[in-house]
């Protein structure tokens, strides 16, 4: 599974299944929040970064962190393949 795919997982309308993927992955509070803003909320990375009183560099380094773990823990479960197959 690769970040793109993790970013596209994130903005399905089902979100009560996002939420539920998220609890399967070893992130802090503050970067699960993150994902939130940014991609179930819409939120640029400036307004999130202003939102989680990061820099903006910050923030990216620690979205695509997010979202590599997202990936690697993801790449095993069943349930999310059909949440990736049900969005395309």
């Given at each position: 599974?690769?970040?793109d795919?993790?970013k596209t997982?994130l903005r399905?309308?089902?979100?009560?299944?996002?939420?539920?993927a998220l609890s399967?992955v070893n992130?802090?509070?503050?970067?699960?929040n993150?994902?939130?803003l940014?991609?179930?909320?819409?939120?640029t990375?400036?307004?999130?970064?202003?939102e989680?009183?990061l820099s903006?560099?910050?923030?990216?380094k620690?979205?695509?962190?997010a979202?590599?773990t997202?990936a690697?823990?993801?790449?095993?479960?069943?349930?999310?393949?059909?949440i990736?197959?049900?969005t395309q």
């Open positions: 599974m690769t970040r795919d993790v997982i399905t309308p089902y979100k009560p299944l996002v939420l539920c399967y992130l802090s509070d503050r970067d699960i993150l994902l939130i940014r991609y179930m909320r819409g939120h990375q400036e307004e999130a970064a202003e989680l009183r903006v560099n910050g923030l990216q620690r979205e695509y962190a979202l590599k997202c690697e823990a993801w790449d095993k479960l069943l349930f999310i393949q059909e990736s197959k049900a």
